[in-house]
């Protein structure tokens, strides 16, 4: 029993690594209905795009929101073709770091220890911005890019609607550098960045 115990703690310590972030359950009620949220729904202006902090717990709404696990863990905020795991992957890029969002455990699990804001977009309003979501193709998952974008359109809905909830700003950017993502997120050469948006408290 005690050595099993040993296993166990060592395989959970294996998989998740200290620096990763087990985020807090996300905001599942309350906050304003879906039709007002449809009705106001606005991308946040190039011009005056809001830099406030955005908290990890609603940064867990938003990532939960963009992909998460749903009805009781049977599936996932968007529609997933046949049921099988998402393959547009996330990213949250911090200050203190990038993190990929693992839908399976709810945590921003770290790919860099360092801030890649300016790796991943020349457009200052969104390297000011407080997190900035990355949204990666699997293509070794998926070889059908149109999926792959059609899953991002699902997403990248979810997220203007979350965050609206919670009084945060996004944007919808194709614009991106694609060789600074690859290289600030450690991507494998099958992942391809399919769009940016940056997350700000109004
Ligand atoms: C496919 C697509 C790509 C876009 N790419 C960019 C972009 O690279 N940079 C940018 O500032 N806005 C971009 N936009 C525009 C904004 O995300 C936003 O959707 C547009 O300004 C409309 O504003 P609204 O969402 O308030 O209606 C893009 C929009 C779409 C649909």
């Known amino acids: 029993m005690k050595k099993f115990r040993v296993v166990f703690l060592s395989a959970v310590c294996l998989s998740l690594a200290f620096a990763d972030v087990v985020l807090p359950p996300p905001v599942k009620s309350d906050g304003p209905g879906l039709w007002t949220l449809l009705e106001r729904r606005a991308s946040g202006t190039r011009n005056a795009f809001p830099a406030g902090a955005v908290s990890d717990a609603e940064l867990a709404s938003i990532l939960w929101a963009a992909t998460g696990r749903n009805r009781g863990g049977q599936g996932w905020t968007v529609p997933v073709g046949m049921g099988r795991p998402p393959h547009v992957k996330v990213y949250a890029v911090k200050n203190n770091g990038a993190y990929l969002y ?7 699990v770290e790919v860099n220890n360092k801030n890649v804001k300016a790796e991943v977009t020349a457009d200052d309003f969104v390297r000011n911005s407080s997190v900035i979501l990355v949204f990666v193709a699997d293509t070794a998952a998926n070889q059908r890019a149109e999926m792959d974008n059609i899953l991002a359109g699902a997403m990248s809905q ?29 991507l494998n050469k099958t992942d391809t960045p399919l769009c940016i948006m940056p997350l700000g408290k109004k």
């Open 158 to 186: 979810n997220v203007y609607l979350a965050a609206d909830a919670l009084g945060i700003k996004t944007r919808y950017l194709m614009t991106l550098n694609a060789a600074g993502i690859r290289q600030g997120l450690k």
């Open 102 to 108: 693992d839908w399976q455990k709810h945590a921003l």
